[in-house]
C-alpha cells in the first residue's frame, strides 16, 4: 500500500481541525491523531510488517499534507482579520516583540507547521506500536546448514 493515501486522510483531518477556533487550542493533539489515523491505515493495508521507521514516514508525510492544508486555510484568513489582535495580546501580556506585522503572522504559522510534522510524526510511531501486531518476517526460518 501507498504511504500517500493514508498521509493525506491523516493530513486533512490535522490540517483542518488546527484551524478551526476553540479546537485549535490543541493542535498537538490533532497531529498526533492525524498521524495515529494514517498509520493504523497504513498497517491494516499492509501486506507485510510495518517496521516503526515506516510509521514515522507515514506520520512525516502526515505532517506535510496538514501543514499545506493549515497554510492554505490560516494565511487568508490571518490576513483577512488582521494582526492587530495577535500584536494586542502579545502586547498585553508584557512580551516584547522583535517583529509585527505579517512577519508575526508567518512566524505564528512556521511555529504551527513545524509542530503538526513533529507531532504527526509522533503520532505514526504510536499507530504502529499499537496496531502492528504481525512480527519480522511471516515466512518459514531457512532449514538448519548440513551436519547439525
Do not use: D, H
Not at 479546537?23 to 498521524?35: D, H, K, R
Not at 490560516?74 to 522583535?98: A, D, H, K, N, Y
Not at 513545524?114 to 504510536?126: Q, R
Amino acid at each position: 500500500m501507498t504511504k500517500l493515501k493514508p498521509a493525506l486522510l491523516g493530513g486533512l483531518i490535522a490540517g483542518i481541525l488546527a484551524v478551526i477556533p476553540f479546537i485549535n487550542t490543541c493542535c498537538c493533539i490533532w497531529a498526533i491523531l492525524g498521524g495515529f489515523l494514517a498509520a493504523m491505515i497504513y498497517v491494516r493495508g499492509s501486506a507485510v510488517p510495518v517496521s516503526v521507521g515506516e510509521g514515522a514516514i507515514v506520520g512525516g508525510l502526515t505532517g506535510v499534507v496538514g501543514s499545506v492544508i493549515y497554510a492554505i486555510i490560516q494565511i487568508p484568513v490571518m490576513l483577512i482579520f488582521g494582526l492587530g489582535q495577535m500584536e494586542e495580546v502579545f502586547t498585553r501580556s508584557g512580551v516584547e516583540l522583535p517583529f509585527t506585522g505579517i512577519l508575526l503572522g508567518l512566524a505564528m504559522v512556521l511555529v504551527v507547521i513545524i509542530g503538526l510534522i513533529a507531532f504527526s510524526v509522533i503520532g505514526g510511531l504510536i499507530g504502529v506500536a499499537v496496531f502492528e501486531k504481525r512480527k519480522g518476517n511471516l515466512a518459514a526460518p531457512p532449514p538448519p546448514p548440513p551436519g547439525m
